[in-house]
C-alpha cells in the first residue's frame, strides 16, 4: 500500500466519526489544504488552492464543514490516536506532556480572546490559549486532547458567550483544572498510567501535582525557586499533640532552627562535587546535555499556607556552569532508585511539545483560523492534528525522524487564476465601484472577520492534488 491509498484509508478512518456522509468531502479537502505548503492556512486561501475552477463554492463548503457542522473534534483527535499511537513505540517509555499554546489575536469578538501572557509573543498581549496534553515516546508525540482556556470575563459574559457558541456545560477553570479534566478523561477510557510531565506553570501547583499522585501517575514537573522543601536528611517535628478539641492537627512543627529551605537555597548550599554533567539525547548538530544535581525531598508548603509532611522525591536541579544561578528546577516521584541519567531524560522529554507546536503552527496553520466561534476554533485545530498526525504516521512507517519542515508526503501547490484577488488586497480595494458599499479589511494577521466568499474573475481548471513518493 502507498502513501496515497493509505491516506485514503485514514480518512475513511476519520469520516467515520463525523456523523454524516455529505462531511466526507469537506475532510478531505480541508486536510489537504492544511498538507499544502501555503502561506497562510485559513479557509479562504486553501479554498482556492484545493478546487480552483470552484473556489467561492468550495470557500463556503469549507467554511461550514469547520464552523457550524455539528461533529466532535473529541471523537476526531481519538481517531487520529488509533492511527498514529500503533505505529510508536512505547517499549522504552510513555510521556504524558501537559502545555498550553498561545494564538496572538485582535480585537475582542474572537472566543476566549483577552489580554493574557502570550508564549507566542513572550508577552501579556491580545491572545486566545489553548490547553494540550500530548503522548510521547522516544520516537515522536501527538496532541490527543485540545481545549480553549476560557478567561473568567468570557465565561461570564452571557452576551459573547452566545455569540461565540461557547457550550452550556463549559464553565470558568484554570488551566491546570482544565488539563485534570483532560487526563480523568483520557484515563476513563483506559489510556495507560504513564509518567506525566509539564512546566512550572502547572508544577508550581502543589493541587495538580497531589491530583496526578491521586489518578496514581508518577510526574516530572517543573517548578519555580520560590518552591520550599524539607532538604535531605532534614525531618520535621510531628504534629502537635491532638487536644480532644477541633480537628487533630496536620501540620508539622517548625522552630527557629528547624526550618524548610526554597530549592534555589538548597541548590546554593550543596557542594560542586554533587553536580555532574548529564547528556540526555543526541540534539540536530550536537549532544544536549548539562549540569545537574538530584536529592531526595519533602514538598514543605502548598500555594497557600502550609501543607502536611508529604512523601520524599526528587528535586532534580539544572545548573549550567556560566550561569552563577541554577536555571531550571523539577519535582518528580519517579522511583528512589532511578538513576540521575534516567531522572534528565525523562524531565527533558517536555520539550517535544514545543516541538509539536512549532510544526502544526509552521506546518500545518494552526494558529491561522480566522473564525470567532468555539466549535470553528476546536474543529480546525482536531483537522490541523489529523493532517500533522497522518504525516507523523508516514515518517514513522518510513523510519525517518518525525519533525522538521521537509514531511515524508510531497506536497504541490496547483496554480490559481493569474486574475484571482483575494480577501484584502488593495487590488480589491481599487476594483470596486460606486455602488459596492462592503468595506475592504486590509489584510491582517489572526484577524477577527469572519471568512467571506470570493468570487473569481476568471476560473482554473487544475483541481489540488495530494503528490507522494
Known sequence: MNAAERFDRYLEQLSAGLGHADRHAGLRDYCTGLMLPLSRKSVEPMAARVDPMHASARH????????????????????????VLPKMDFRS???????????????????????????????QDNCQVA?????????????????????????????????????????????????????????????????????????????????????GLLYAVGVTSAVVVWPPGV????????????RPPVVPQRT?????????????????????????REGSNSALSGRFAA??????????????LRPEQWLLIEWPA???????????????????????????????????YQDLKQDFGLGHYEGRGWRGFHHHAALSIAAYGFLMAERLIADKPVGGKKNFVERQVPAIPEDYVPRGSPARAAARGPFDHDTAAPARLHTDRPPRAVPLLRQSKRKATLVTQ
Open 93 to 123: 517509555g510513555g510521556w504524558w506532556v501537559i502545555d498550553d499554546t498561545g494564538f496572538p489575536k485582535k480585537g475582542r469578538h474572537s472566543v476566549g480572546v483577552t489580554r493574557q501572557y502570550c508564549g507566542m509573543l513572550g508577552k
Open 322 to 356: 556560566s550561569d552563577e544561578e541554577p536555571s531550571k528546577y523539577f519535582l518528580s516521584t519517579l522511583p528512589e532508585d532511578v538513576s540521575i541519567d534516567e531522572l534528565v531524560r525523562v524531565a527533558h522529554q517536555r520539550g517535544r511539545i514545543e516541538r509539536d
Open 256 to 280: 527557629a532552627t528547624l526550618q524548610p529551605l526554597s530549592v534555589k537555597a538548597l541548590a546554593m548550599s550543596l557542594p560542586p562535587q554533587a553536580f555532574q554533567r548529564i547528556t540526555w
Open 131 to 215: 490547553v494540550s496534553i500530548s503522548l510521547a515516546s522516544d520516537q515522536g508525540s501527538l496532541p490527543v486532547a485540545w481545549q480553549l482556556y476560557l478567561p473568567e470575563d468570557w465565561a461570564a459574559d452571557a452576551e459573547r458567550r452566545t455569540k461565540a457558541g461557547v457550550p452550556e456545560e463549559v464553565r470558568f477553570a484554570t488551566k491546570t483544572q482544565i488539563a485534570l479534566e483532560q487526563l480523568r478523561a483520557l484515563l476513563a477510557e483506559g489510556a495507560p498510567h504513564h509518567c506525566v510531565l509539564a512546566d512550572a506553570g502547572y508544577g508550581v501547583d502543589n493541587a495538580f501535582r497531589q491530583a496526578l499522585s491521586d489518578m
Open 60 to 83: 463556503q463548503a469549507l467554511h461550514h464543514f469547520v464552523a457550524k457542522a455539528e461533529w466532535s473534534h473529541t471523537e476526531m483527535l481519538r481517531r487520529v490516536a488509533q492511527w
Open 235 to 246: 525531618q520535621p517535628l510531628p504534629p502537635k499533640p491532638y487536644r480532644g478539641v477541633g
Open 295 to 308: 536529592v531526595r525531598v519533602r514538598h514543605a508548603g502548598g500555594n497557600v499556607g502550609k501543607a502536611r
